[in-house]
T-cell receptor, first 114, second 118 residues
Framework: ETGVTQTPRHLVMGMTNKKSLKCEQHLGHNAMYWYKQSAKKPLELMFVYNFKEQTENNSVPSRFSPECPNSSHLFLHLHTLQPEDSALYLC?????????????FGPGTRLTVT | AQTVTQSQPEMSVQEAETVTLSCTYDTSESDYYLFWYKQPPSRQMILVIRQEAYKQQNATENRFSVNFQKAAKSFSLKISDSQLGDAAMYFCAYRSAYSGAGSYQLTFGKGTKLSVIP
C-alpha cells in the first residue's frame, strides 16, 4: 500500500450503532487530519494530530472521537450519529503542520447514517 | 476568519482548449499559501499547484498555471491543452503561514466541477 489509505470505503450505520473509521499513511509523515466533506459545502477540518498529539479540534460534536495511536494511524470513532452526519470523511497527512507542507489525502469513507 | 469563494459551480471545456477557474479569498494576513486541489470521480484529492503569497511569480506545473493577484485577493487556475483526465472537482484552498491554534486549517472553497468535452 502506498500513500494514504482509508477503510472502510463505504459504511452504513444506524443512529444507535458504534463504528470506527481507519486511516493509515505510508509516507512517514508526522501530522494527520480528519475532514468532513458534505454535498454543496466546503471541506471542513475536524481534527489535527501532530506527533500523535491532538493540536486542533474544530468544535466537533463529542459523538465523533478521534484516536491517534502512532504517527501512521488515525481512527475516528463514531457513536449515536445523526442523519446530518452522513458525508464523505477524508483523512490526510503531511510532513508537518506548517502551512507550506502539502497535505496528502486518502480516498475517503462514504458514511450514511440511517 | 479566512474565506475562500469559487463562483463557478460548474465549467466545461473542449478537449485541447484552455479553461480558467476562478477563486477569490478574504484574509487579513500578509503571509499565506494558496492551493488548487483536484478531486477526480474516484475521490482521492491530489494537489495540482501551490503558490506562496510572498512570491510575486505565478506558479506553473506543466499545463497548469495560476494568476495570483495579491492585492485583489484572486487566485485563478488556468488549464492549457485540456485533457479528458482533467475532468474533476477543483478546490481552491488557503492556509496561513503563521503557527498557532487555527493556523493548521486548510480553508477550502466549495469547488468547481470541470467537464471536458471530447
Amino acid at each position: 500500500e502506498t500513500g494514504v489509505t482509508q477503510t472502510p470505503r463505504h459504511l452504513v450505520m444506524g443512529m444507535t450503532n458504534k463504528k470506527s473509521l481507519k486511516c493509515e499513511q505510508h509516507l512517514g509523515h508526522n501530522a494527520m487530519y480528519w475532514y468532513k466533506q458534505s454535498a454543496k459545502k466546503p471541506l471542513e477540518l475536524m481534527f489535527v494530530y501532530n506527533f500523535k498529539e491532538q493540536t486542533e479540534n474544530n468544535s466537533v460534536p463529542s459523538r465523533f472521537s478521534p484516536e491517534c495511536p502512532n504517527s501512521s494511524h488515525l481512527f475516528l470513532h463514531l457513536h449515536t450519529l445523526q442523519p446530518e452526519d452522513s458525508a464523505l470523511y477524508l483523512c490526510a497527512s503531511s510532513v508537518g503542520t506548517q502551512g507550506f507542507y502539502e497535505q496528502y489525502f486518502g480516498p475517503g469513507t462514504r458514511l450514511t447514517v440511517t | 476568519a479566512q474565506t475562500v469563494t469559487q463562483s463557478q459551480p460548474e465549467m466545461s471545456v473542449q478537449e485541447a482548449e484552455t479553461v480558467t477557474l476562478s477563486c477569490t479569498y478574504d484574509t487579513s494576513e500578509s503571509d499565506y499559501y494558496l492551493f488548487w486541489y483536484k478531486q477526480p470521480p474516484s475521490r482521492q484529492m491530489i494537489l495540482v499547484i501551490r503558490q506562496e503569497a510572498y512570491k510575486q511569480q505565478n506558479a506553473t506545473e506543466n499545463r497548469f498555471s495560476v494568476n495570483f493577484q495579491k492585492a485583489a485577493k484572486s487566485f485563478s487556475l488556468k488549464i492549457s491543452d485540456s485533457q479528458l483526465g482533467d475532468a474533476a472537482m477543483y478546490f481552491c484552498a488557503y492556509r496561513s503561514a503563521y503557527s498557532g491554534a487555527g493556523s493548521y486549517q486548510l480553508t477550502f472553497g466549495k469547488g468547481t466541477k470541470l467537464s471536458v468535452i471530447p
